[in-house]
Every structure is written in C-alpha cells, then in structure tokens.
T-cell receptor, first 116, second 113 residues
Framework: ETGVTQTPRHLVMGMTNKKSLKCEQH?????MYWYKQSAKKPLELMFV???????ENNSVPSRFSPECPNSSHLFLHLHTLQPEDSALYLC???????????????FGPGTRLTVL | GNSVTQMEGPVTLSEEAFLTINCTYT??????LFWYVQYPGEGLQLLLK?????DKGSNKGFEATYRKETTSFHLEKGSVQVSDSAVYFC????????????FGTGTRLTIIP
C-alpha cells in the first residue's frame, strides 16, 4: 500500500451513532491533516497534527474528535453528528516540521459521510 | 487573511481546445501556490506548484506561472483531453512556517469528445 489511504470509503450513520474514520500514510511524513469538503464550498481545514501534536483546531465542534497515535495514523472520532455534517472528509499528509509553506500535501481518497 | 479566488464553473470545452482557469490570490508574505485536481470519486492530487515569483509549474501538459505583480496563478493547457475532466483547485500556503493550505472553491471542467 502506498500513499495515503482512508477507511471506510463510505459511511452512513444516524445522529446518535459513534463511528471513527481512519487515515494511514505510507510516505514517512510527520504532519497529517483532516479537511471537510462540502458541496459548493472551499475545502475547510479541520485539524493539523505535526509530530503527533495537534497544532491547529479550526474552530471545529466537539462532536468531531481527532486522534493521532503516531505519525502514520490519524483518526477522526464522530459522535452525535448533525445532517449538515454530511460531506467528504479528506485526510492529507506532508513532510511537516520546518518544511514551511512549500511543503506539499498528499491527499487520501476521502470518506463520504452521510448523517441521517 | 489569505484567500484564493477561482473562476466560477462549470467549464465545458471540446477535446483539443485551449484551457485557461483563472486564479488570483491575496496573501501576506510570499506564499507558495498550487493546483490540485480531483477526479470523480477520488481525493485531491497535486497537479503542479510554484514556490516563488516567476516560477512556472508544469505537469501533464498543464502550466501555471506565479505572477506576483498581478497576484495570479492561472492554469493553462494547450489541448485538453476527455481524461482531463475533473475539478481543479487553486491553493496557497504561507511560507512563514505555516502548514495551512487555503483553497479556492474549485472549478469543474468537462471535456466533450
């Protein structure tokens, strides 16, 4: 397996369910990201982790809870979501550290989430 | 703050037509600029990038030149193919130790045979 993988690719859940999205990168990177992609809106950065430490939380509601146990894995735990949270959730990774703004992010295929 | 403005889509062209997708930006400092492409059912893939003024990024026949004087990074291709049908995103990142990418809203491109 190469690049950035995400599971599951599709998820349907009720508002009272608890589920988790998983992201794994095989690129030896140190930074990982969660983005939300909704129709007709720019990609929204949700969380950034650099060397397993959270460095950005873009005012995301607490019903989304990220976890980064190591530099290769990133989770997004979901609970009591709302229908408006239905979207494509994209994970990305990059070299991180002091690479600065020229650091290229590599994206996974995304998880299509539907909240009923 | 940083922002990226892309031309509104959708854009529909015939095969072998010339393509331009406009992108302008607002940023503090000296950002790096990117074009990402998203094919149906997939995540975003880096298409090309430029890290300083007057740099030209190129890949798969696509080109974009970093124009600081006009704060633009327009995407061009001389002869498009049906396989180029996708959504194209312009993005920037601040070079001052900031990992955040700021994206445009995306431009959907459809190429007709």
């Amino acid at each position: 397996e190469t690049g950035v993988t995400q599971t599951p690719r599709h998820l349907v859940m009720g508002m009272t369910n608890k589920k988790s999205l998983k992201c794994e990168q095989h690129l030896g990177h140190n930074a990982m990201y969660w983005y939300k992609q909704s129709a007709k809106k720019p990609l929204e950065l949700m969380f950034v982790y650099n060397f397993k430490e959270q460095t950005e939380n873009n005012s995301v509601p607490s019903r989304f809870s990220p976890e980064c146990p190591n530099s290769s894995h990133l989770f997004l735990h979901l609970h009591t979501l709302q229908p408006e949270d239905s979207a494509l959730y994209l994970c990305a990774s990059s070299q991180g550290g002091l690479a600065g703004g020229s650091d290229t992010q590599y994206f996974g295929p995304g998880t299509r989430l539907t909240v009923l | 703050g940083n922002s990226v403005t892309q031309m509104e889509g959708p854009v529909t062209l015939s095969e072998e037509a010339f393509l331009t997708i406009n992108c302008t930006y607002t940023a503090t400092g000296y950002p790096s600029l990117f074009w990402y492409v998203q094919y149906p059912g997939e995540g975003l893939q880096l298409l090309l990038k430029a890290t300083k003024a007057d740099d030209k990024g190129s890949n798969k026949g696509f080109e974009a030149t970093y124009r600081k004087e006009t704060t633009s990074f327009h995407l061009e291709k001389g002869s498009v193919q049906v396989s180029d049908s996708a959504v194209y995103f312009c993005a920037l990142s601040d070079t001052i130790g900031n990992e955040k990418l700021t994206f445009g809203t995306g431009t959907r491109l459809t190429i007709i045979p």
